[in-house]
């Protein structure tokens, strides 16, 4: 099935920094979702990203639809200690209407 | 806002025990999900449900099962809890037309630790 391979696993940085993830796949996927997971609570959507190229700001957080369409990345600049959670990349599955498959999450770890 | 509403944050069974973990939304959704989520594994799909009392196996429905009678309320059963069953316990809802386009609304997880 569907594959995303979400890098890194996990990150440790300084207050102020900015910070890179991305997600990829095997195969093409037609939206790409970053949600964001805070310490003991469920996932929320953060950014929604449905054309290829689409480049797409919420806040201090960009997020980019990979011209192939097998990746998607996640920027967040100048980080502050509450951009700490875990970061996960998801895609609707093909001809499984109503369905994401999720990557395996980036660990955020922000140091004051 | 949506509200996705999970009866327990955390719960602490023995091993054989029958678990129930409820979950609650309050935008009549057609669609609702139970994930479980693990270190270094992500989010993985145990089942779905897409109207009442309709159900679908997710990707790891080995051990459990779900109950759908009321479109606000989706159940997830543990038959016989297992250790390898402790684990944090996510639903979700969305609802067509577009559905997991436009992403997912979770509640804020179940712990469950089998002893």
């Known amino acids: 099935g569907q594959q995303l391979n979400q890098s890194p696993q996990s990150m440790f940085i300084q207050e102020g920094e900015d910070v890179s993830m991305n997600c990829t796949s095997s195969s093409i996927f037609n939206t790409w979702l970053w949600y964001k997971q805070d310490p003991g609570e469920g996932p929320v959507l953060l950014i929604a990203l449905y054309k290829a190229g689409e480049l797409t700001s919420n806040g201090r957080l960009t997020a980019q639809f990979g011209i192939t369409r097998k990746d998607s990345f996640l920027n967040i600049s100048a980080s502050i200690p509450s951009d700490v959670g875990i970061y996960f990349c998801a895609g609707p599955r093909v001809a499984s209407y109503g369905k994401l498959t999720f990557g395996q999450g980036t660990i955020l770890t922000v140091h004051p | 806002d949506v509200k996705v509403t999970q009866s327990s944050r955390y719960l602490v069974k023995r091993t054989g025990e029958k678990v129930f973990l409820e979950c609650v939304q309050d935008m009549d959704h057609e669609n609702m999900f139970w994930y479980r989520q693990d270190p270094g594994l992500g989010l993985r799909l145990i089942y779905f449900?897409?109207?009442?009392?309709?159900?679908e196996k997710g990707d790891i429905p080995e051990g459990y099962s779900v109950s759908r009678e009321k479109k606000e309320r989706f159940s997830l059963i543990l038959e016989s809890a297992s250790t390898n069953q402790t684990s944090m316990y996510l639903c979700?809802?969305?609802?067509?037309?577009?559905?997991?386009?436009?992403?997912?609304?979770f509640g804020s997880g179940t712990r469950l630790t089998v002893v």
């Open positions: 449900s897409y109207d009442v009392k309709m159900k």
């Open positions: 979700a809802s969305t609802s067509p037309p577009g559905g997991a386009v436009y992403g997912y609304t």
